[in-house]
Nanobody, 122 residues
Framework: QVQLVESGGGLVQPGGSLRLSCAAS????????MGWYRQAPGKQRELVAT???????NYKDSVKGRFTISRDNAKNSVYLQMNSLKPEDTAVYYC????????????????WGKGTLVTVSS
């Protein structure tokens, strides 16, 4: 069984910063791409940023230059540094990871965390 647990959300003023963390645990053989998604009230979940196991990154256009995704493969963790936050960044942020388990080493499945709320408001 695999679990993803996010942390680091909260209330921040416009222009402020937050750092989200996500740690994967359980019967993990290998972790491939990891990423952050978000879902604002009344909207569909959308991709924010992804990072491959080799460190190649991809960002949603509206967060480029403000957000930075990184990972620590030794800790099975992914991070999202969010700077210059705007009210429109308010959402529940979800961690996602493509993982092969010890029980099924040749099958990769996508796993999700339960989300952490980020509120940008004055």
């Amino acid at each position: 069984q695999v679990q993803l647990v996010e942390s680091g959300g909260g209330l921040v003023q416009p222009g402020g910063s937050l750092r989200l963390s996500c740690a994967a645990s359980g019967s993990i053989f290998s972790i491939y791409a990891m990423g952050w998604y978000r879902q604002a009230p009344g909207k569909q979940r959308e991709l924010v940023a992804t990072i491959t196991s080799g460190g190649i990154t991809n960002y949603k256009d509206s967060v480029k230059g403000r957000f930075t995704i990184s990972r620590d493969n030794a800790k099975n963790s992914v991070y999202l540094q969010m700077n210059s936050l705007k009210p429109e960044d308010t959402a529940v942020y979800y961690c996602n990871a493509n993982i092969a388990t010890m029980e099924a080493r040749y099958i990769t499945m996508g796993y999700w965390g339960k989300g952490t709320l980020v509120t940008v408001s004055s």
